[in-house]
């Protein structure tokens, strides 16, 4: 069955970019959902599939971003202590604004979304952590902090103990 997804433009590569956690939901949550999306034709990025050894992690992160037309964060427990995760949201953010047609939807995994939101519970700690590593920038935390506040105010599904 091939994609129902909406192309604009002809340089993109994937329907749907995935945004998650490994250690929290790559062999349960997330994997059944890749394999949903693809098994009904959806291209869809997940890096542990798609990333090529030896490449430049970041700059093909951005590039996948770029070609992407739509894209699922699943916000886990353990989703803020990842840095490469909240510069992949803080570039799909962006991305929105940018274009202003892009499709962000939240997957709320085990977490309320008030806890994205407000950055509290495990977000808060994962954040307090950052606050107190002097080699960060305060901007990189502000603009992390940011992305999160307004995915977390897209609708989306929050699914707990399911």
């Known amino acids: 069955m091939a994609s129902n997804i909406p192309c604009s433009t002809a340089d993109l590569s994937y329907d749907v970019f995935l945004s998650f956690r490994g250690e929290d939901t790559r062999r349960n949550f997330t994997d059944h959902l890749y394999t949903s999306l693809t098994a009904y034709g959806i291209h869809t ?4 599939e798609e990333l090529h050894k030896g490449e430049d992690i970041t ?8 070609k992407s037309r739509m894209f699922i964060i699943v916000f886990s427990r353990n989703y803020a ?5 909240l510069n992949e949201l803080v570039k799909i953010i962006d991305l929105m ?3 202003g047609s892009t499709t962000i939807l939240p997957v709320f ?10 950055q509290s519970e ?8 950052y606050e107190k590593d002097a080699g960060l920038e305060k901007e990189n935390i502000e603009k992390w902090r940011a992305a999160l506040t ?5 609708a989306g599904w ?5």
């Open 45 to 48: 990025f997940r890096d542990s």
């Open 59 to 66: 700059s093909e992160l951005s590039s996948v971003i770029q």
């Open 81 to 85: 202590s990842s840095k490469w995760c």
């Open 97 to 99: 604004k940018q274009k």
């Open 109 to 118: 995994y085990h977490v309320d979304p008030s806890e994205v939101r407000n």
């Open 122 to 129: 495990s977000y808060g700690e994962a954040f307090s952590n």
């Open 150 to 154: 307004e995915a977390a105010n897209l």
């Open 158 to 162: 929050h699914v707990d103990n399911q």
